[in-house]
């Protein structure tokens, strides 16, 4: 099983090499050949590629001498490495936070003058832009605009704000920003179209929340993130079965850094070994920090099916048709719990919208539906 979920992405070594070697030139803000709005080619300016725990991030300005960035791409490390524009690099200081939003300040008295993001609330008819450092081409980049998929979920204080504007994970930390160039969040995580940021709102509450009275909290979060991470990275390309220690030593760390990306990675990595508890408590988790994740909830409703529990499927599929109608995948698991999870209704729409997105997929969905094979049974 390969759920499609919000992933952070995992390095090999010789990436990391890489990326650290081009790190200088990918310093160096976007040319001419800027194609985004004016107000929104500017913002590159506000953005940096930095490298440290993460080897290769971005981080966003703020203030003259504060950058901010996500809490993943640190972990427990103290100082970031930051790339200025024209090459040169400087070292911040990491801000210690016991904020577990996947953000983090930095301080930066070296930083040279340079534009401020104004931060501002998305709208859902927003139009946004990522604007974050692209290794490959060696520069600052504003992509290609996305625009709002669901606000933040009201109510749950880390939820995030889902968009289609593509980001990959040296964006991380990066701005998402509106047509005007301000400030709507952090970059976050993504993948399969749907990307998250954290609000701009959280950026008031960081603040609040930072200072070395949260020193020792901060080290905590930040060796959680390290070690889930670590242990993630161990287990990647392998699928023996787990020990009991190496359970507890996964959800411990994981659940601890806060970090709902690491709440799907490690219920993915239990997925694949079919263990299928361990897999549904991370992602229920992690779909009760914030109900508008699609990845969590797809990652979720994978789990339900592979375990052949159609009937709490249901339920995460019907919110995934109305908020992703189009993804294949999510039709053809909503034809198949809706067969023999006693839905046909869901069943039925799925297939009519399977026969616009994939219709020679649709022609074997509808000779399942008219004929359905027995439901499976657990062994």
Not at 104 to 110: Q, R, V
Not at 156 to 178: E, I, N, Q, T
Not at 265 to 280: C, D, K
Request: contains cysteine; glycine residues 6%; charged residues 25%.
């Amino acid at each position: 099983m390969r759920p499609k979920t919000d992933l952070l992405k995992l390095l090999p070594f010789s990436l990391v090499v890489l990326a650290v070697l081009l790190l200088p030139a990918a310093a160096h803000a976007q040319g001419e050949d800027c194609r985004q709005p004016a107000p929104v080619c500017a913002a590159r300016l506000a953005v940096f590629a930095i490298s440290s725990f993460e080897p290769l991030a971005s981080a966003t300005r703020i203030s003259e001498t504060r950058l901010v960035t996500s809490r993943h791409v640190v972990a427990d490390r103290k100082t970031v490495e930051v790339f200025l524009h024209g090459g040169k690099r400087i070292e911040a200081e990491v801000i210690p936070s016991d904020y577990k939003a996947d953000i983090i300040l930095l301080s930066a008295p070296d930083l040279p003058p340079g534009p401020i993001l104004q931060a501002v609330d998305a709208q859902e008819d927003s139009t946004l832009f990522t604007v974050g450092a692209d290794v490959r081409l060696q520069r600052i980049r504003a992509y290609d605009p996305g625009s709002v998929t669901l606000l933040p979920a009201e109510g749950k204080p880390l939820a995030r704000l889902h968009h289609s504007s593509f980001s990959d994970y040296d964006h991380s930390g990066g701005a998402l920003v509106d047509e005007e160039g301000r400030l709507v969040g952090i970059t976050a995580a993504g993948g399969e179209g749907r990307f998250e940021a954290v609000p701009s709102s959280a950026l008031a509450i960081l603040k609040e929340r930072s200072g070395p009275e949260h020193e020792a909290v901060s080290a905590e979060i930040g060796a959680a993130i390290r070690i889930c991470t670590l242990q993630l990275e161990n287990l990647r390309g392998r699928r023996g079965a787990l020990d009991e220690q190496q359970i507890k030593a996964l959800t411990t760390a994981c659940r601890r850094s806060g970090n709902r990306q690491l709440y799907d990675l490690a219920g993915q990595a239990f997925g694949i070994r079919r263990m299928t508890e361990e897999s549904l408590a991370l992602f229920l988790d992690s779909v009760e920090q914030d109900p508008n994740a699609l990845n969590s909830r797809i990652g979720l409703a994978i789990t339900y099916h592979m375990a052949l529990r159609y009937e709490e499927e249901l339920l995460h599929l019907h919110f995934l048709m109305q908020h992703a109608p189009n993804d294949p995948q999510v039709l053809r698991f909503a034809i198949q719990a809706g067969v023999w999870g006693g839905d046909p209704a869901i069943a039925q729409l799925a297939l009519e919208r399977l026969k616009e997105v994939d219709p020679r997929a649709a022609l074997a969905a509808e000779r399942f539906m008219k004929e359905p094979p027995p439901r499976p049974q657990p062994r």
